[in-house]
């Protein structure tokens, strides 16, 4: 057995008090909204928001939902918008705009996603002054700059590093880079996250191709990224069901085995948000969801683009909920269900 103990910056005694007033002030702020909305039976009311903050990116994707294919990297470092930068000033106080709404709606969860949200980073600093638990969806390839503890970051890696580098940097715009054994992009991400103050969740979205090599990504994570405190796990959706890319069924519960027999190694610390009750919402075939309307996400989330205009039923739009392995949608279902190690788990990925 070697268990993995998630990375923890050392805090002074002040610190600690203001984290512990965090949690609080999470925990009733989350509880407060819950019981509006059962007294209330306001099915309207909300409690987290998404918001693609910026068009913007720094890394070529080969299956990016933003971008055409054919736009080269020029154009995705300016942006969807190609906006000029008086342009850009006023498309970035129209998300504030939005933000500062979402804050007056009384919004305590916010994910902040892109293009790469690292590019819009005064952006990240107001949502992490207005709401108490900000997560931030990154590529992981710009350093993690200072900031309030409100913000959590989040690193999606796609699988083993030669199988990320191969997907998500296929013009190999970060191939120079080395870090311990690492090269390329997956070497960037690990010195960043290294070199941040408080280290940084992976997001591993597993596909047909990448399920296989689960254990191996699980292990290479866990083996070279010193401030790695633990790893959420999701699956790709599509857009129709008969898509031969669309997860299936027992694909989904090899997934949770596959989770079950890294946690017999590792632990469960290392899945914070896919706890033994999360992965039964979220892989067995009893709790799949077919409608928006089933979805907690769907009903108590806001998703927003670049433009500050709804997406509809969530940030993956289009693709279709029996489809679905995000791992918000389990995750939200165990809390609800009041399972203590997946509440204990969002606690501990709500604080940065
Ligand atoms: S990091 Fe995200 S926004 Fe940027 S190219 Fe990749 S998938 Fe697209
Ligand atoms: S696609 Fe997934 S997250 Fe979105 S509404 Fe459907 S089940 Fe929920």
Known sequence: MRFF???????????????????????????????????????????????????????????CYVYPPEWD????????????????????????????????QGIVYI??????????????????NLFPVVWVVSNGTIPFPAMPRSVTWFVSIDGTPDYHNAIRDPKNLFGKHRYNALTGMTAQIAQNIDESDRGAYIH??????????????????????TKLRGIVVSGAATDFVADPNT???????????????????????????????????????????????????????????????????????DADCQTCVCNVSGMTRSIRSGDWASIRGILRTGLG
């Not at 918001?51 to 890394?59: M, S």
């Not at 930068?85 to 933000?99: F, H, P, V, Y």
């Not at 996603?113 to 980073?121: D, I, Q, T």
């Not at 992965?279 to 075939?285: A, G, I, Q, S, V």
């Open 111 to 128: 994910t902040l996603v892109g293009g790469e949200p690292l590019l819009a980073k005064p952006l990240i600093l107001a949502a992490a």
């Open 204 to 225: 591993v979205t597993l596909t047909k191709p990448s399920l296989p090599h689960f254990r191996e990504t699980v292990d290479w994570l866990v083996g070279n990224i």
């Open 73 to 104: 990297q020029h154009n995705r470092a300016k942006g969807y918008l190609e906006l000029a930068a008086s342009e850009r000033r006023s498309q970035d106080d129209k998300i504030l705009t939005l933000l500062k709404k979402l804050k007056q």
């Open 247 to 317: 997860l299936t069924l027992s694909d989904r519960l090899v997934i949770k085995g596959f989770i079950e027999q890294a946690a017999q190694v590792y632990g469960w610390d290392l899945f914070p948000a896919n706890q033994p009750k999360t992965n039964e919402f979220l892989f067995n075939p009893e709790h799949l969801i077919t409608d928006p309307a089933q979805c907690v996400v769907a009903r108590r989330v806001d998703s927003y683009n670049f433009n500050g205009e709804s997406v509809g039923k969530c940030i993956l739009r």
């Open 5 to 63: 103990v998630p990375y923890q910056r050392q805090l002074s005694v002040l610190e600690k008090v203001e984290r512990s007033l965090a949690v609080v002030k999470v925990a009733s702020q989350s509880a407060f909204r819950y019981t509006s909305m059962k007294l209330t039976g306001d099915s309207q009311l909300r409690l987290g928001a998404s918001v693609e903050i910026t068009d913007r990116c720094n890394a070529g994707c080969n299956y």
